[in-house]
């Protein structure tokens, strides 16, 4: 029993377990590529759907690719009404627990639920990456009282996305925000959620099952949750002159100021850039500026922690830019969902790909054998 030549890597950091040809991340420079392609270079200029296709095929689409991958996208967005009743029925929970429940029941009106075959899988991936955003809007339509808003068979996935929520089609300008803060999110390596979905996949189990873990994996504030938490915190500030107190406190107390910090990232974490400038665009568009001079504030009060790499993530600009376009608060996190399905698809196909039973090992660190005592004896 004696263990203590093992070295732990707890929390897995720094560990490679595999090879991947989706997604590169340098965390000391801060950088993120799509399949080779710079983040800087695709957000706000190739759209959700040409950056899901590149990630799930490889490769960006030609203009006709591109037309029939989206004709798929909008073609498989309805949902089956067994699972609007599921929604129903546990209307009251989380909404990224409610996802989580239709995604896991999805799989019993998919076709190939069982079929692992690369084809089938990207085919469920691409079905999944439709079908999320309609979950999550027919849950928030339902739990307030309305039925479910049907799909569009015309705007792209990130306007129909918002107009699911109150059945009014947002500007171009909203959209394309949406749109951006859905490439950002779309794949991100090895994260608690990725490498929940591989090791479910590598037992074999299929992709729904996979999909359905990293909804649970994502859930959390260290990991999806954190833009929820990001604007509870602007809220309490309140106004920017009360951040820097406000973060000192929270400091002092011991507890993290949420959005910042990234297991990977040493750097500002790249995806941030692009919704930092979305929030100032959006807080002086909808008259709220604030909410930019809050976030700025924050960020100044946690200057200091730059040198030791703690810096700004993805999550601390997208949850003003949400909560500015009227989405509740607990919709943040399955907003992260609706973006990430393709990575999650893609990992899940690496992973069977070559695959392996993702089994580590834990060091022992309890009681010595000891010999076993009957009930009455003890
Ligand atoms: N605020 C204050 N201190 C922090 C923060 C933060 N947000 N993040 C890390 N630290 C400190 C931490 O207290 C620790 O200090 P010490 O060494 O003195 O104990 C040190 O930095 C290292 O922290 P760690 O927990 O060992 O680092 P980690 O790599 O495990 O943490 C993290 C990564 C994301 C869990 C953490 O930074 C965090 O809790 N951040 C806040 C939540 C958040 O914004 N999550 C979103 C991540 S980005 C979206 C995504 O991809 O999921």
């Known amino acids: ?9 707890r929390g897995l950091s720094g560990v490679y377990f595999d090879r991947t040809e989706t997604t590169f991340i340098d965390g000391k420079e801060g950088k993120l590529l799509y399949r080779g392609y710079n983040i800087h270079d695709l957000a706000g200029v190739a759209s959700f759907e040409e950056t899901s296709y590149l990630l799930m095929y490889g490769e960006l689409p ?20 067994e699972i609007v009743d599921i929604i129903t029925l546990v209307k009251n929970d989380h ?16 076709p190939e639920a069982e079929d692992n075959s690369p084809e089938a899988t990207l085919r469920k ?5 439709s079908q999320v955003p309609t979950i999550v809007m027919a849950h928030h339509n339902i739990r307030n009282g309305r039925a479910p808003i049907a799909p569009s068979e015309n705007l792209s996935h990130a306007a129909n996305f918002l107009y699911m929520m109150e059945g009014e089609e947002p500007t171009a ?13 779309a794949d991100h390596g090895s994260n608690a959620s990725a490498f929940t979905a591989r090791a479910v996949a590598s037992t074999n189990a299929h992709l729904h099952d996979a999909i359905t873990a990293g909804i649970g994996a994502l859930s959390g504030p260290s990991h999806g949750g954190a833009a929820e938490n990001v604007m509870t915190m602007a809220l309490d500030i309140g106004e920017a002159e009360n951040a820097e107190q406000y973060v000192k406190d929270l400091l002092a107390g011991g507890d993290r100021v949420m959005g910042f910090g990234h297991r990977v990232y040493r750097a500002e974490d790249p995806r941030a850039r692009h919704l930092r400038e979305g929030v100032r665009k959006l807080s002086e568009e909808k008259g709220e500026p604030k909410w930019y001079g809050i976030l700025e504030a924050v960020q100044k009060a946690m200057a200091p922690y730059g040198r030791r790499g703690i810096h700004v993530n993805v999550d601390f600009f997208a949850g003003v830019i949400y909560y500015l376009n009227g ?18 698809t893609v990992q899940v196909i690496e992973q069977f ?17 000891r010999k076993y005592v009957p009930v009455s004896e003890r």
């Not at 029993?1 to 890597?9: N, Q, S, W, Y």
């Not at 203009?63 to 989206?70: A, G, I, R, T, V």
Request: without cysteine; proline residues 7%.
């Open 1 to 9: 029993m004696t263990t203590d030549k093992i070295t732990l890597h």
């Open 62 to 81: 030609t203009q006709s690719q591109l037309d029939e991958f989206d004709g798929v996208l909008k073609a498989n967005r309805n949902i089956p009404s």
């Open 95 to 110: 909404p990224m627990s409610v996802l989580r429940t239709a995604v896991s029941a999805l799989s019993a009106f998919d």
């Open 125 to 129: 991936g691409i079905r999944l990456t």
């Open 173 to 185: 300008g909203t959209a394309a925000l949406m749109d951006t803060d859905f490439v950002l999110h």
């Open 327 to 344: 989405i509740p608060h607990d919709l943040f996190v399955p907003i992260f969902a609706v973006g990430r399905i393709p990575g999650w």
């Open 353 to 369: 790909e070559h695959n392996i039973l993702l089994r580590p090992l834990l060091q022992y660190a309890g009681p010595e054998e």
